[in-house]
């Protein structure tokens, strides 16, 4: 039996070196493929074997890092994840939209570090209570029930892959606009019983960059790789945000 001609394929990938260029341009390399590879292994050879001065973020091979994602016909995609074998004869890889690149294929995550930390990821406690280790026995760990977790977890599996940034209509326009990722982990906190930091996030969640900016595309929720459904989350955040408003009005935050 004979064995299976090699594939061709021509991928088109976006070229900046900001010490030569003042603006993107694009190279293609025209390769043979094998059928059970990724984006990411074709992208890995052409630095490898082809153009070591290609730029581009990858880590764990494994959807689990978030780092490799980029724009794979127009898509923001896990090229980890992304079969080849999903593109006939010409690939076209950019670096993720709405980010500026730093050079080739890798972009600036600044921005979004500013935004996700603004909302406090982590458990805040208002009121400390800390206490003698020999009564730590007695008093036992602050649990949850299966049910409490449940409540939260879909929004706590967050990779940080910034798909969802690249595809949202509203960061393109407004880019103050505090985005998904964000709101969704930022919410996951606001759920979790262990925490009192709501009444902070639900400030910065009325502030710049709103969560009443979303127009609800749900383009968010369509390319995030892990079923986080940042949609669901940025419209529950919006609720929240509404009644915890409400609720200062008529008990201000402090007074009896």
Known sequence: MMAE????????ITRFDPDRDEVPKTQEYEIQVQDDWKVLDAINY????????????????????GSCGMMLNGEPKLTCKTALSDYDSKLKIEPLANFPIVRDLVVDMDGFMEKFRKVKPWIVRAKERAEDMENLS??????????QLASFKQ?????????????????????????????????????????????????????EGTVFSCSFANECSEVCPKNVDPAAAVNQAKLGAVVDWAKGLILPRGGA
């Open 5 to 12: 001609e090699a594939r061709t394929l021509t991928i088109e």
């Open 46 to 65: 052409i630095k490898d074997e082809v153009d070591p001065s290609l730029s581009h973020r990858w880590s764990c091979r494994m959807a689990v890092c």
């Open 138 to 147: 007695e008093k036992g760990t602050f649990s949850q029930s299966p049910a």
């Open 155 to 207: 929004f706590s599996m967050c990779i940080n892959c910034l798909l969802c940034y690249a595809a949202c209509p509203v960061i393109a326009n407004e880019p103050e606009f505090i985005g998904p990722a964000a709101i969704a982990l930022g919410h996951r906190y606001n759920l979790d019983t262990r925490d009192e930091g709501d009444g902070q996030r639900n400030a910065i969640f009325r502030g």
